[in-house]
C-alpha cells in the first residue's frame, strides 16, 4: 500500500517506552541523581517523577526542590541537574533493546506511512541518539513534543 492509499497520514511516536524500551534505565539514573542529593525526599519526588511524564526533566528538578525539598534550586542548578542526567543516560540508552515489536513495525511501515518522533527528551539528545542508533532512516523528523509541530507537515 502507498502513501497514498493509506488511511493514516502519518504516525507520530513518543520514544521512550514506545520506540526503546529506556523508562526503567532512565528511571534509574534519575532515583540516583536524588539519591545522592536529596534521600530523604526520594519516594514523595520519584511519586513526582513517575506522575509527570512528558515534564521535561529540568521542570522535574525545579519543581521537586521548591515543592517536595522546600528550598528552591538557584540559578542554574535545575539545568545543571538535567545536564547531569544526560550524560549519564547516553550510553545506556544507546544499548537499550527496541521495545518488543517496534523494530518490526518500523521495518513494515517507514517506507508508506510517514513516520515522526515526538518526545519530552531535548531534541538535540534525541537526535543524537536516534542517529547513532541508525534509527533515522525509520522516521522523517525527530521532534520535542512543545516545539516545531508546524513542520510534521508532509513533505
Known sequence: MSAAESPVD???????????DTVRFKESQFRAILAERIPEHLGPAMDYFWSHGGTSRV???RWIWAHI???????????????????????????????????E????????????VISGTP????????????????FRGVFRSE???SELQSP
Open 59 to 61: 521542570e522535574k528538578f
Open 105 to 116: 513495525f518500523l521495518e513494515k511501515h517507514h517506507r508508506n506511512i510517514p513516520c515522526y
Open 147 to 149: 516545539e516545531h509541530t
Open 123 to 138: 531534541q538535540p539528545e534525541l537526535r543524537d541518539i536516534v542517529r547513532t542508533r541508525g534509527l533515522d532512516r525509520f
Open 10 to 20: 502519518a504516525i507520530l511516536f513518543d520514544f521512550d517506552g514506545v520506540v526503546l
Open 69 to 103: 525539598v522546600g528550598k528552591p534550586l538557584g540559578p542554574g542548578e535545575a539545568e545543571a541537574l538535567g545536564a547531569e542526567f544526560a550524560r549519564r543516560v547516553r550510553d545506556g540508552v544507546l544499548a537499550c533493546p527496541f521495545v518488543p515489536g517496534a523494530e
